[in-house]
């Protein structure tokens, strides 16, 4: 990187965009170590997702179409994220973990760097660099954490700028995070009803269950209560329980003391304790190991943990939110399930409805996508065409409110200009709405019509009153003015 130094750092001070900025950070990555493959993941606002921001194989930047990385899945990247410590090895095949973030290529994979990269002193993101030869990486990586430090403060003040540059933007109400709403874009009934119960349990310390379908929102829902109660000061910690073998993640919650097993050289402190004061959120619940479950029971009931290999308890005060997407009563039925737990954890439920079930919702989170995105890569916001979104709505959103942030991610992507056409939209067919759903969808849409035209006549056809009376934004109704074909004469006396 030495030689090349003062071209990549010359680059990134010039960058005039996210994309530029992206593009030249995976450039030096790649010069600097002549890896085959350079991946840039970088955290989410929320810290809980990660997401591939772009990727550097044999000299070809691009920044990639599937954004959103579910790293879950991938144990090794989650070591490096949760222990900050990087990974070097020349023998990738030696590892036992799957490794899915790495592409198939006919050779096989034999060096491999994951580094964490750190922004004012919070880990931020991974740097991964791979390739099919023996490498020597070890004295490359603080030189990449130093450039990458840089490229981070280049990439706060830019979104910084962009934000002042197309300030003032005047959100449509729906969209804007209001405080009780809780940070969550939707104002349905359905959701509504979920702010309600939110709500109440905000400042009790009560265990929470999170339910609902894959991407409906659970983990959001989980740190919104955190971050609205009394609890916003201390840790929120995650933990997903289906990403881990089970002695992994024993020891990973309840932690160890030194000398419990091979391996450990130290004291553990474990993720209850870390979260003491303040909150654990346990994802996939429902797929943790049954003998862990009665463990978990033990620490709730008691309010204390012994960690593995010590004869010392220790009192705890967390509150626990648990998140699932099986029915945990099915689970209990089929005996993987405790009863006992299901009884503790679910104190105070919270189903979180699926899309298809949000009505109007769904108009304010594409805006917000899109809102995000746009600003994000720099780029000027999306228009979307009718036909984008009348293949959008007829859509059933299997993977819900991610599976749409993914989509228009994608399509955004994918579009030469701001213009959002059909054909930029990648959906299965197979999930389109059936005719059976579109003979529901016209009855839904004769009465929405009827419902429109009579609020715009008793209001003399002025939009902005009508609709403060439908609950909706202008932009909201003039898009359903367009959509279901009103033309001014119907509503005009
Ligand atoms: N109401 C909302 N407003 C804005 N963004 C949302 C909302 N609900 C979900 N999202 C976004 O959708 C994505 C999925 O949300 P989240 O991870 O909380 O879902 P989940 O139900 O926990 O998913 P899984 O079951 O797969 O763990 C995230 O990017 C989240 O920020």
């Known amino acids: 990187m030495d030689k090349l130094a003062a071209k990549y750092y010359a680059s990134l001070i010039e960058a005039s965009n996210v994309h ?119 004295n490359k990586t603080a030189l990449l954490q130093d450039f990458y430090r840089l490229t981070f403060i280049q990439y706060t003040r830019l979104i910084a700028l962009q934000v002042k540059d197309t300030a003032p933007i005047k959100r449509d109400k729906e969209s804007v995070v209001t405080k009780e709403h809780y940070g969550l874009i939707g104002s349905s009934p359905a959701m509504k009803s979920v702010y309600s119960l939110m709500s109440k349990v905000l400042h009790t310390p009560f265990t929470v269950l999170v339910t609902g379908e894959t991407g409906t929102g659970k983990e959001l829902v989980a740190k919104a209560i955190h971050h609205y109660s009394i609890r916003k000061n201390k840790a929120f910690v995650v933990q997903n329980c289906a990403s881990m073998p089970e002695t992994l993640l024993e020891s990973e919650l309840f932690g160890y003391s030194k000398g419990a097993f091979t391996g450990a050289d130290k004291d553990h402190l474990g993720l209850l304790r870390e979260a003491d004061g303040g909150t654990l959120f346990l994802d996939e619940i429902g797929d943790m190991p049954i003998v862990l479950q009665a463990k978990l029971l033990r620490v709730l009931q008691e309010g204390e943990v012994r960690p593995l290999g010590s004869n010392k308890t220790f009192k705890i005060d967390v509150r626990v939110i648990a998140a699932t997407h099986r029915n945990l009563l099915d689970e209990i039925k089929k005996g993987n399930f405790r009863e006992d737990l299901y009884y503790r954890l679910a104190k105070f439920p919270i189903e979180l409805p699926p899309l298809r079930d949000r009505g109007d919702d769904i108009l304010a989170l594409v805006d917000f996508f899109i809102d995000n995105t746009c600003q994000f890569l720099g780029r000027k916001k999306s228009i979307i065409s009718q036909c984008f979104m009348d293949k959008l709505l007829s859509y059933s959103f299997p993977g819900n409110i ?29 999930r389109q709405l059936t005719t ?45 003015i367009q959509r279901l074909n009103i033309s001014k004469e119907e509503f005009s006396n």
């Open 402 to 430: 991610r599976e749409l942030k993914g989509l228009l991610e994608r399509a955004i992507l994918l579009a030469d200009d701001e213009q959002l056409e059909a054909q930029h939209l990648h959906v299965s067919p197979d």
């Open 436 to 480: 059976k759903d579109n003979s529901l969808k016209d009855s839904v849409a004769d009465y929405e019509r009827e419902h429109l035209v009579k609020s715009l006549r008793d209001h003399q056809g002025n939009q902005t009153k009508t609709a403060k009376q439908l609950g909706i934004s202008r932009r909201t109704l003039v898009y359903k």
């Open 20 to 138: 530029s900025l992206v593009v030249c950070a995976l450039s030096a990555a790649a010069c600097a170590t002549s890896a085959s493959l350079v991946q840039l993941y970088l955290l989410d606002q929320d810290k809980t997702r990660l997401n591939l921001y772009g990727q550097c194989k044999d000299e070809h930047t691009c920044l990639t179409q599937d954004i959103s990385y579910d790293y879950y899945h991938d144990a090794l990247l989650q070591y490096c994220l949760t222990q900050n410590k990087p990974i070097i090895t020349n023998d990738v095949s030696s590892f036992s973990l799957e490794i899915n973030f790495l592409p198939q290529e006919n050779k096989s994979w034999r060096s491999l760097l994951v580094l964490p990269l750190l922004n004012r002193q919070q880990i931020d993101g991974l740097l991964v660099c791979a390739s099919f030869e023996a490498m020597d990486w070890d």
